[in-house]
DNA sequence: GCTATATATAACTATAAGGTTATTAAACCA
DNA sequence: TGGTTTAATAACCTTATAGTTATATATAGC
């Protein structure tokens, strides 16, 4: 628990944390046609205008969206990085694993021939 | 905590939430070699077995894990199906966002070049 | 300077997350 | 049967989340 925070502040931690919520996934999916106000954001949903200024602050501390300034309103704009960076994280993972789920298919079919002549101990394959 | 599996189940929402730990990242990493009993899982974490079990927990209940049985042991493996879902997920949004931006980058071409002849109110592009 | 609008902040509440230690339960083994 | 191993559960603590209402701040426009 501790080596992971200690040395690269771990982006992805955030990251997903705000996209657990679908608020924030709605919100970003809104932000996709562009630049939005707080209240133009918070129109469609039945929730307050501090409830809505709240959940931009973790996409802000997410490096999901920054903010700019349009007079009285903080204009609202996704950024990209962010979401490519967790991307990545979930395809470089399932690209191991389905690498490693060819490797179990051969070894199941390996053992599963082996098997036959073979036959295992009652006790655990996994025993170590 | 008991409606998530009760209605449609925002399978987003937990994965994201599950995603969101570093333990439960490692984790899923260490899964991927095969499965593992929750001792092994445990051991390289300076953190309790009960710590353990239940981020175990998480993980099923986002459908990432799920559990088998060998004696005492409860051996975990990982699940796909989830992960899928949400790299798909991501990977929607982004090309929603990519397209978006290319309309973006041609709308601020085309305002430059207008701009110059036709210079803007100081008053907001977005009052509404 | 006054008022309206847009947003942020404060203070509070309720619930969930993430950890701990102690205990319980289930399966094996001698 | 009784001890050991593996994992789950209980009870508890602390901090974080997600919401509320009320208030404060900043800017525009008269």
């Known amino acids: 628990?501790?080596?992971?925070?200690?040395?690269?502040?771990?982006?992805?931690?955030?990251?997903?944390?705000?996209?657990?919520?679908?608020?924030?996934?709605?919100?970003?999916?809104?932000?996709?046609?562009?630049?939005?106000?707080?209240?133009?954001?918070?129109?469609?949903?039945?929730?307050?205008?501090?409830?809505?200024?709240?959940?931009?602050?973790?996409?802000?501390?997410?490096?999901?969206v920054t903010r700019g300034r349009d007079a009285q309103r903080r204009p609202v704009r996704v950024e990209a990085r962010p979401l490519v960076e967790a991307s990545k994280w979930l395809d470089g993972y399932r690209e191991k694993l389905e690498a490693s789920f060819q490797r179990l298919d051969a070894l199941l079919e390996e053992m599963k021939s082996h098997e036959k002549t073979h036959p295992r101990p009652k006790r655990s394959r996994r025993s170590r």
Not at 26 to 51: D, K, T
């Open 1 to 64: 628990m501790s080596y992971e925070q200690l040395l690269p502040p771990d982006r992805l931690d955030s990251t997903f944390a705000a996209l657990a919520d679908p608020t924030r996934r709605a919100i970003l999916a809104r932000l996709i046609a562009g630049e939005v106000s707080v209240m133009e954001l918070a129109a469609p949903f039945e929730m307050s205008q501090p409830a809505i200024s709240k959940h931009l602050k973790v996409l802000e501390r997410a490096g999901l």
